[in-house]
């Protein structure tokens, strides 16, 4: 690591690329950066915290040099705050280019929950327009899920990073566009980690994803790279396995080897998975949800989406379940609905009388969502005669076409609506498809903070109140933050 005496800045030099500064931020920033001072120049500075003296070293630049980013490389007068990160290749102080991914493990996971409030409530007011004196914001905070920080991580993905033993499974620095050889990863599932996945030889393997199930199965989704056999890949990493691990069969490891998608005229028709192990078609993970005598169940695809966290899946089931208090007969619209989590609970509390509209854009998600509800898996006695419609579409294209058949009482028009975007969130469009729907009550559940401050914004605009707020640790010893938020229509 260069040292911190290196590139010193006197306070009238210009601040440039590879120079070191000391800093002491006086703010966090959403993305998992802290806002610092220098000469009048915002710099965003990571693998800090608020209110402690560091050194750092400047990394990149905003446009026309309105602002900076750096890395922390030596911390001077460290906050009280600050503890030894739990993984070296992704700790400042002991890499010089730390892995990504794990931007606030050197904080105590109290006060990582702590940054992680201010975020929200700093999106919701300057995006949401939200006032600052709102209830809601000052009683907010970031709640603990069970299970510690480390070990939560069910879905991971790795990269390939070729070494001088062969390629192995790696991960990226911030910002970089070469991977880095890892041996384990502090917040990957524990039987993920048990499976020694760095002892794999990856050769024309460009990426590989592991899922664990919270009924133990493991799934293994190795990218093949374009021009290469998928068989011959699949030959020679399935008796490494079995050396590693013995039966596949009997510890439920199922392991798929898909080609590289590849665009372009020469895309053509992508040849088929090649699958080995526990599961020889179509493989999919079964999740399971007790809580208290109801049991649901969903088997999800590969590829398909799940959260990630174990104990989400309930946190979030409960919280949306409480903020909607749905009734017996009510018509429900489960926006961005995955593979049905949602729409299952919501089904049990409409009843046999009520209606479930699920709506997922991805092929594999929705299809999972489709079969999870036509087999009787995510139903129980109460939902086993509700009508629950699930449709693979865009949202905003789907509700396009929707829209004109509410009016003309051709389709059920939602006393609620619960949204589940990805990290972009709904967007100013379907915010106004959703008005256009009058429904009572709106729950968003969103895993950006930006993004629901955004559009809070627009709920706001067209005369939505914010009426309840949640928030969840999901992602422990990340920037990453989920919120729950239930909307009216003002009164």
């Not at 086993?384 to 059920?412: F, M, N, S």
Request: with cysteine; aromatic share 6%; glycine share 8%.
């Amino acid at each position: 690591m260069t040292s911190p005496q290196e590139n010193p800045l006197t306070p009238d030099t210009t601040v440039e690329v590879g120079s070191i500064v000391e800093l002491t931020p006086h703010a966090v920033a959403h993305g998992g950066s802290f806002v610092a001072r220098y000469n009048e120049r915002v710099i965003f500075v990571r693998h800090g915290a608020i209110g402690e003296t560091v050194r750092a070293r400047i990394t990149g630049a905003g446009p026309k040099n309105r602002f900076f980013f750096a890395d922390v490389v030596e911390v001077l007068d460290p906050s009280e705050h600050r503890r030894t990160h739990p993984w070296a290749p992704a700790d400042a102080l002991r890499s010089e280019s730390p892995i990504g991914g794990m931007e606030f493990a050197h904080l105590d996971p109290v006060y990582q929950r702590e940054l992680k409030t201010m975020v929200v409530i700093e999106q919701l007011t300057r995006l949401g327009k939200v006032p600052a004196s709102n209830a809601l914001l000052k009683l907010l905070r970031v709640e603990e899920l069970p299970g510690g920080d480390t070990g939560w991580r069910t879905r991971i993905h790795f990269d390939v990073a070729a070494t001088g033993s062969g390629n192995r499974i790696g991960m990226y620095p911030h910002s970089s566009s070469g991977a880095v050889a890892v041996e384990d990863f502090p917040l990957a599932h524990p039987a993920v980690n048990r499976l020694q996945l760095h002892r794999l030889e990856l050769e024309n393997i460009s990426r590989v994803d592991a899922t664990v199930s919270s009924t133990g199965e493991i799934l293994l989704s190795f990218t093949v790279r374009a021009g290469t056999s998928q068989k011959a890949v699949a030959d020679a990493v399935t008796v490494q396995a079995e050396e590693l691990w013995g039966s596949l069969k009997e510890e439920k490891i199922t392991l798929v080897f898909t080609a590289e998608r590849q665009g372009g005229r020469r895309r053509g028709e992508r040849p088929a998975d090649v699958v080995r192990g526990a599961q020889r078609q179509n493989p999919q993970v079964t999740e399971k949800l007790d809580i208290d005598d109801i049991s649901l169940s969903w088997r999800v695809g590969n590829g398909g989406f799940w959260q990630i966290h174990p104990a989400a899946p309930e946190a979030l089931g409960l919280t949306v379940s409480e903020l909607l208090e749905l009734t017996d007969g009510e018509s429900i619209y489960d926006l961005y609905s995955g593979a049905g989590l949602f729409a299952a609970i919501a089904a049990l509390e409409v009843g046999p009388t009520g209606y479930v509209l699920a709506v997922e854009g991805s092929p594999v998600t929705a299809a999972n969502a489709r079969d999870n509800f036509e087999s009787g898996r995510a139903r129980i006695e109460e939902s086993a005669d509700t009508r629950i419609e699930t449709v693979k579409a865009d949202v905003g294209a789907h509700l396009a076409r929707l829209l004109p058949q509410v009016a003309a009482g051709k389709a059920k028009k939602p006393d609620a609506v619960i949204v589940d975007p990805s990290r972009e969130g709904v967007g100013k469009k379907v915010v106004e498809q959703i008005d256009q729907l009058d429904p009572q009550r709106l729950v968003y559940v969103a895993c950006d903070p930006a993004a629901l401050g955004r559009d809070t914004g627009y709920l706001r605009e067209l005369g939505w109140e914010l009426l309840d707020l949640r928030a969840f640790d999901m992602y422990p010893n990340t920037h990453h933050v989920e919120t729950v938020a239930l909307f009216a229509r003002a009164s």
